[in-house]
């Protein structure tokens, strides 16, 4: 089987194009979003629809799905989310907010084998950014393959014989052989707004007999995502940092 891993789409539409366009030369059996579809970007009801077109085999809840559903879990959120998530909740439709707010929670086994959160297995809003959070999250886990996403890092931790090891990916494109034994606890990266100062979109693929992940990046009409915040009177501060990947 072959899983696309994505995450954090946060309404970029630009960006979500950018994926499907990718797809279309690649063979994935199965999809599976680890959250946050909506919050930043202008375009949330048009990337709801996008993950809804796939017809993934799971979509967990991110912290800002929540937040549109939820106003007491927007406590935690600095002064420029929290005016996306205002902002989203007044322009979604009823259906999207519906389609929002019945999206479970993490963490859930997919196929028996793997685990995914949104945050951290232990805590769906928790970021997971360094071995010691890792640690903690294999305490909690019971499969060998764990995805998680919400830092916007791609990342990938291992685990064998109890040492937790970190390796962060750089560059466009990277592949990892999974070993027997070792289990692993891996972020492909943020769709629609990347933070390793690497403006692409980010997504990965699980190929689970081969027992592989590749990492993806793919360039996107930064421009137009953009044009469209700014137009719609979100914080400026949400188009800039598209250009600088953070
Ligand atoms: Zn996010």
């Known amino acids: 089987m072959r899983y696309l891993i994505f995450s954090d789409l946060h309404g970029n539409l630009e960006a979500v194009q950018a994926l499907k366009k990718f797809l279309h030369r690649r063979k994935i059996d199965h999809f599976i979003c680890l959250g946050d579809l909506v919050g930043y970007g202008a375009s949330p009801n048009e990337v709801i629809q996008e ?14 799905d929540k937040a549109i559903c939820d106003q007491e879990s927007l406590g935690s959120f600095n002064p420029i989310a929290a005016a996306a998530i205002h902002w989203t909740r007044a322009n979604l439709s009823e259906e999207n907010h519906h389609y929002l707010s019945q999206l479970p929670q993490g963490p859930m086994t997919v ?97 689970s007999e081969k027992k592989r992940v590749s990492f993806h990046r793919m360039a996107y009409d930064i421009l137009n995502a953009q044009n469209k915040i700014r137009e719609a009177g979100l914080p400026s501060a949400l188009s800039e940092r598209l250009t600088m990947g953070i």
């Open 51 to 64: 993950v809804r077109e796939l017809s993934p085999l799971t979509v967990i809840r991110g912290n800002h």
């Open 111 to 207: 196929n028996g084998t793997i685990t995914i959160c949104h945050g951290a297995p232990f805590d769906e809003d928790y970021y997971i950014f360094g071995e010691f959070d890792a640690a903690e999250a294999f305490l909690h886990l019971k499969t060998s393959i764990n995805f998680f996403g919400h830092t916007h890092f791609p990342y990938v931790y291992s685990e064998s014989d109890h040492l937790v090891q970190g390796n962060y990916l750089t560059g466009d494109r990277k592949e990892i052989r999974l070993k027997q034994g070792t289990s692993y606890l891996i972020n492909p990266g943020s769709v629609g707004q990347p933070r390793d100062r690497n403006t692409r979109a980010a997504c990965a693929i699980y190929d």
